[in-house]
């Protein structure tokens, strides 16, 4: 386990910015919220619009990928990188939740 931590660290996946949103929201799920609210809160489809517009613009000013011309933006790579940014988070959250919950029993 500490190996598979340690990877998370030498390889910059654990500093992607969607990531560190994910595990932040992790950590304020599990101090301020009990266990039907993080259930309500992730089943609210509010949550995933606003991780969808977070990773849209993050994406969109950050990650900017360009057509073979060099001018027009690449729109399908724009929204793969977005879809994948919201899965990152998700992926995150219930990650981080599930680990803090098997570390505390």
């Known amino acids: 386990m500490i190996k598979g931590l340690i990877a998370l660290f030498t390889t910059g996946a654990i500093f992607n ?3 560190l ?3 932040a929201m992790a950590v304020f799920s599990l101090a301020k919220l009990d266990e039907e609210q993080i259930k309500a809160l992730l089943l ?3 949550l995933y619009a606003a991780a969808g517009v977070v990773s849209f613009v993050f994406a969109f ?3 900017k990928t360009y057509q073979d011309d060099g001018i027009t933006i690449d729109y399908a790579a724009l929204i793969f990188n977005t879809l994948w940014g919201v899965f990152k988070f998700v992926l995150a959250w ?5 680990l803090v919950v098997l570390i505390s029993f």
């Not at 219930?94 to 599930?98: A, H, N, P």
């Open 94 to 98: 219930l990650l981080t939740i599930s």
């Open 61 to 63: 000013l950050f990650k």
């Open 17 to 19: 910015p969607m990531v």
């Open 44 to 46: 609210n489809w509010h």
């Open 21 to 23: 949103l994910g595990i």
